[in-house]
């Protein structure tokens, strides 16, 4: 069935008898994600996008996610381009948590993260006080096998969770996330934060409520608390928006986990997450988690041009083992910044200096 709610009237038609694409919620894929198809192969996705900015608008933020499907985009130039179209701001990406290779201004590959090991949904960078209200991605080369990237709906995940686990989150102040910059272990302070400067990355955690500790000579510590759930600002929807599971320690594989605990202490793990009070997450609550997200998981196979939207605050997203080759580019855009981060950003300059080799502002993630 085709959609036709307020998306016929904009879509210009090449003529009387056939639309330029085709809206179908009710796909084999959908409807997380929509599908935008187009019925003409040499149909430029970026001129589309162009005239029809409020039919992408809703259908996101209606179904949290788009794919478009069937439009002449082949390159990484093109999908750039795309992005123009959809948005005026193009994000670069800052505060990373996995490595990734810049292609071309605002275009990077997906994470560099081993073929053979799955990435557990989550809403990019909600772990920071700016995030993107969207991150797209661009299928350039599609997987010789597996290599989807599962969907789930923000909203349904926490309308499936219980209301004495959301309240128990909310009563004890969010979730709170450590961090370690380990040399060998995890990405190094550098690249995580995109300069050798630990004035620098000093200034960023102060602007950016994440207490800082420098343990020895390489090893940086961090500490941050955010929300474990935030109101989408255009939607007013509230929606599961956390890095609680994806930075769990026991998140990753079993083998790798418990190596990391023999080998480390709790507090130079890698990653860990916690209640945003410091308390640890209960195993009956980190089972009810995974069992919300997999029961609202939805994924669907790439095809080469295929240009997934998605809405950063209504849809976690996530990566499958794969067969090489598989080569998906991605790009964020439409920054926001959690209500907070004014506050922080008044009291940092008005603050007196931290002491050397720590930084430390409000309640952060």
Same mark, same amino acid.
């Given at each position: 069935?085709?959609?036709?709610?307020?998306?016929?009237?904009?879509?210009?038609?090449?003529?009387? %008898?056939?639309?330029?694409v085709?809206?179908?919620?009710?796909?084999?894929?959908?409807?997380?994600?929509?599908? *935008?198809?187009?019925?003409?192969? !040499?149909? !430029?996705?970026?001129?589309?996008?162009?005239?029809?900015?409020?039919?992408?608008?809703?259908?996101?933020?209606?179904?949290?996610a788009?794919?478009f499907r069937?439009?002449a985009?082949?390159?990484?130039?093109?999908?750039?381009?795309a992005?123009a179209?959809?948005?005026?701001? @193009?994000?670069s990406?800052?505060? +990373?948590?996995?490595? +990734?290779? %810049?292609?071309?201004?605002?275009?990077?590959?997906?994470?560099?993260?081993?073929?053979d090991?799955?990435?557990?949904?989550?809403? $990019?960078?909600?772990?920071?006080?700016?995030?993107p209200?969207?991150?797209?991605?661009?299928?350039?080369?599609?997987?010789?096998?597996?290599?989807?990237?599962?969907?789930? !709906?923000? +909203?349904? @995940?926490?309308?499936?969770?219980?209301?004495?686990? /959301?309240?128990?989150?909310?009563?004890? =102040?969010? /979730?709170?996330?450590?961090?370690?910059?380990?040399?060998?272990?995890?990405?190094?302070?550098?690249?995580?934060?995109?300069?050798?400067?630990?004035? $620098?990355?000093?200034?960023?955690?102060?602007?950016?409520a994440?207490e800082?500790?420098?343990? =020895? !000579? $390489?090893?940086?510590?961090?500490?941050? /608390?955010?929300?474990?759930? +935030?109101?989408h600002?255009?939607?007013? %929807?509230?929606?599961?928006?956390?890095?609680?599971?994806?930075?769990?320690?026991?998140?990753?594989?079993?083998?790798?986990?418990?190596?990391?605990?023999?080998?480390?202490?709790? $507090?130079?793990l890698?990653?860990?997450?916690?209640? =945003?009070?410091?308390?640890?997450?209960?195993?009956?609550?980190?089972?009810?988690?995974?069992?919300?997200?997999?029961?609202?998981?939805?994924s669907?196979?790439?095809?080469?041009?295929?240009?997934?939207?998605?809405e950063?605050?209504l849809?976690?997203?996530?990566? %499958?083992?794969?067969?090489?080759?598989?080569?998906?580019? &991605?790009?964020?855009?439409?920054?926001?910044?959690?209500?907070?981060?004014?506050? *922080?950003? &008044?009291?940092?300059? =008005?603050?007196?200096?931290?002491?050397?080799?720590?930084?430390?502002?409000?309640?952060?993630?």
């Amino acid at each position: 069935m085709t959609e036709q709610i307020r998306v016929a009237p904009v879509i210009p038609r090449r003529n009387r %008898e056939r639309a330029l694409v085709d809206v179908r919620p009710d796909w084999p894929g959908g409807p997380l994600p929509v599908l *935008v198809q187009a019925n003409l192969p !040499d149909l !430029d996705l970026a001129t589309w996008l162009a005239g029809n900015r409020a039919t992408v608008d809703e259908l996101a933020r209606r179904h949290a996610a788009v794919l478009f499907r069937g439009f002449a985009v082949a390159d990484a130039a093109d999908f750039r381009t795309a992005m123009a179209a959809l948005s005026g701001t @193009v994000l670069s990406y800052g505060e +990373r948590s996995s490595p +990734r290779s %810049e292609v071309t201004e605002g275009v990077y590959t997906s994470t560099e993260h081993p073929a053979d090991q799955p990435i557990v949904l989550h809403n $990019e960078q909600s772990y920071t006080l700016n995030w993107p209200l969207r991150i797209v991605f661009f299928c350039e080369t599609e997987p010789a096998a597996g290599g989807r990237t599962p969907l789930a !709906d923000s +909203r349904r @995940v926490l309308a499936r969770l219980s209301p004495a686990t /959301v309240a128990e989150f909310e009563r004890r =102040g969010g /979730v709170g996330y450590q961090r370690n910059y380990l040399p060998g272990i995890s990405l190094s302070w550098q690249t995580a934060f995109q300069t050798d400067s630990r004035a $620098e990355v000093e200034a960023y955690c102060a602007r950016s409520a994440i207490e800082a500790q420098w343990v =020895g !000579d $390489e090893q940086l510590r961090t500490r941050q /608390v955010r929300p474990a759930v +935030r109101e989408h600002p255009v939607t007013g %929807e509230r929606t599961w928006f956390n890095h609680a599971l994806f930075f769990h320690v026991t998140s990753l594989p079993e083998e790798v986990s418990a190596g990391l605990r023999r080998a480390l202490a709790e $507090e130079d793990l890698p990653y860990q997450t916690a209640y =945003g009070d410091g308390t640890p997450i209960g195993d009956d609550v980190l089972a009810e988690l995974r069992a919300a997200y997999a029961a609202e998981t939805r994924s669907f196979p790439w095809r080469r041009g295929d240009v997934l939207l998605v809405e950063n605050m209504l849809a976690a997203h996530a990566r %499958e083992p794969f067969t090489p080759p598989r080569r998906i580019l &991605t790009a964020m855009s439409d920054p926001f910044a959690a209500p907070e981060a004014a506050s *922080v950003s &008044t009291s940092v300059s =008005g603050a007196a200096s931290a002491p050397a080799g720590t930084a430390t502002t409000g309640d952060r993630s």
